[in-house]
């Protein structure tokens, strides 16, 4: 691995306020860590696939999938992920316990944002609101789309109509 920061990581690093300056170390995840990570991305595709069927076609069928895979995904994402633990040392100082759940919710985070995104719209959809998506600006996996914009209209039934 090279011991050299390109500009742009450096940049949203010190943006973070995270040092540019930490020894970097190549390590293997376990095949428990690696489970866990394969399991949510796994899950993340199958929303993933769940979701643009839908978008092309809402119907009660498909709007069933996207709920039940939404529900494996954040399933998947509490039992992957864990707040890394701390060890404090008698000198006062500290250190992490397990490095790997720090590398592993790396690796997870992403899903998890999609999750929360689509926590909203699901939960808005089932309110009976209208919801937008604008091309360009689509919460993953969605795009592109036949026309430049698809609105999805909540109801009781939940399956909604694009207009």
């Given at each position: 691995?090279?011991?050299?920061?390109?500009?742009?990581?450096?940049?949203?690093?010190?943006?973070?306020?995270?040092?540019?300056?930490?020894?970097?170390?190549?390590?293997?995840?376990?095949?428990?860590?690696?489970?866990?990570?394969?399991?949510?991305?796994?899950?993340?595709?199958?929303?993933?696939?769940?979701?643009?069927?839908?978008?092309?076609?809402?119907?009660?069928?498909?709007?069933?999938?996207?709920?039940?895979?939404?529900?494996?995904?954040?399933?998947?994402?509490?039992?992957?992920?864990?707040?890394?633990?701390?060890?404090?040392?008698?000198?006062?100082?500290?250190?992490?316990?397990?490095?790997?759940?720090?590398?592993?919710?790396?690796?997870?985070?992403?899903?998890?944002?999609?999750?929360?995104?689509?926590?909203?719209?699901?939960?808005?959809?089932?309110?009976?609101?209208?919801?937008?998506?604008?091309?360009?600006?689509?919460?993953?996996?969605?795009?592109?789309?036949p026309k430049d914009e698809?609105?999805?209209?909540g109801g009781s039934d939940?399956?909604?109509?694009?207009?």
């Open positions: 691995m090279d011991k050299i920061t390109r500009l742009d990581n450096a940049k949203a690093m010190r943006a973070m306020g995270m040092p540019l300056n930490t020894p970097v170390k190549e390590r293997k995840l376990s095949p428990r860590a690696a489970k866990k990570i394969d399991t949510v991305m796994l899950a993340t595709k199958k929303f993933g696939e769940a979701v643009e069927r839908w978008a092309f076609k809402q119907n009660q069928k498909n709007y069933g999938a996207v709920c039940r895979t939404w529900e494996k995904l954040a399933i998947a994402l509490d039992r992957a992920g864990s707040e890394p633990r701390w060890i404090e040392r008698p000198d006062g100082s500290s250190k992490l316990a397990n490095a790997e759940d720090v590398a592993v919710n790396v690796f997870i985070q992403p899903a998890d944002i999609v999750c929360s995104q689509w926590d909203e719209i699901l939960t808005a959809l089932e309110n009976g609101e209208e919801h937008k998506i604008i091309v360009g600006k689509a919460p993953w996996p969605l795009g592109p789309f698809i609105i999805i209209h939940g399956g909604g109509e694009a207009a």
